[in-house]
């Protein structure tokens, strides 16, 4: 057995362990997928393409392509579909337990309260950090975005943590969801912490196609030192528009404009080198 196919049917057999000793956890399950449903749904409207849905030890995700080609608000609008989801049938399972008392209908009702609110959290992998990151990119360019991001990430699981451990403490009692969840978080933001200057060269390739659909991309100029490597300049580049270099000296005099896809062609032909031996090298 594969390795990717060995960690998914680990996954899943987790999934469904959990499921056994605890039945609302089915439906729990159930309204995780009408959440993924929910931003399915937007996305598509917005002429995004569907590929899969992968149900694991961390929850749901619904794979979708062309999503960083939409514009910020109608990313907040997919991102956000999720959650109004959950709120609506928290709020209608409340009204229908005032006239019928069933308690299948009021921790239904706490249990999409709880995900909504959980999910608007700004931690990886949650909704909320990826909203997190669109206005965090009206102010901060990519690189101190996702800095932010993780920090914050990181604090929530610590307080995660912390609430538990108080919890023991005081109540002999361990809330495992809070443990499991800080674990997830504090997972997934090592990865995030990991792989975004790859991110970075990606959401350049996905500019392209946005600049297809749109028509059009807003600009970002920006000076930089020439004696620095490239691989600096790349963690300045703002995701959601087409960067240019402008690259000064000692004195502060321009001896090269850089733009963003030249710098993606410079680090794959010649690696990490300094700006200046870049110019060197093609004045040659």
């Given amino acids: ?22 039945n609302m956890l089915l439906f729990a399950l159930l309204w995780v997928l009408l959440h993924e449903v929910a931003h399915m749904f937007i996305a598509l409207k917005y002429g995004c ?5 992968e149900i694991h030890i961390f929850g749901v995700k619904a794979e979708l392509s062309e999503i960083d080609s939409l514009k910020d608000n109608e990313k907040i609008i997919v991102y956000l579909a999720g959650v109004m989801l959950n709120i609506i049938i928290a709020v209608l399972f409340y009204l229908f337990y005032l006239n019928y008392t069933w308690e299948f209908l009021i921790t239904s009702a706490k249990l999409n ?11 990886y992998p949650l909704d909320g950090s990826r909203i997190f990151e669109i206005i965090l990119s009206k102010k901060y360019i990519f690189k101190k975005s996702q800095k932010i991001i993780i920090c914050t990430s990181y604090i929530i699981a610590m307080v995660f943590i912390l609430t538990d451990i ?3 403490f005081w109540f002999k009692k361990i809330n495992i969801s809070m443990l499991i969840a800080a ?4 997972y997934i933001t090592q990865i995030e912490r990991k792989t975004y200057m790859y991110i970075t060269m990606g959401n350049i390739i996905k500019k392209r196609k946005r600049l297809l659909k749109n028509k059009y991309i807003e600009n ?24 240019t270099f402008y690259v000064l000296d000692d004195d502060m005099h321009l001896i090269y404009i850089l733009n963003e896809d030249e710098l993606i062609e410079a680090l794959k032909a010649y690696g990490n080198i300094l700006i200046y031996e870049y110019i060197e090298m093609i004045n040659k």
């Fill in 49 to 53: 393409k569907f590929h899969k849905l």
């Fill in 220 to 243: 970002k100029t920006i000076s930089v030192y020439y004696n620095q490597g490239l691989v600096n300049v790349l963690s300045l580049v703002d995701r959601n528009k087409f960067n």
């Fill in 166 to 168: 108080y919890i023991y």
């Fill in 183 to 186: 674990l997830i978080i504090f």
């Fill in 113 to 123: 309260i709880g995900l909504a609110f959980f999910n608007l959290l700004p931690a």
């Fill in 1 to 22: 057995m594969k390795k990717d196919t060995k960690k998914i049917v680990a996954e899943i057999t987790l999934i469904l362990l959990a499921c056994i000793r605890n």
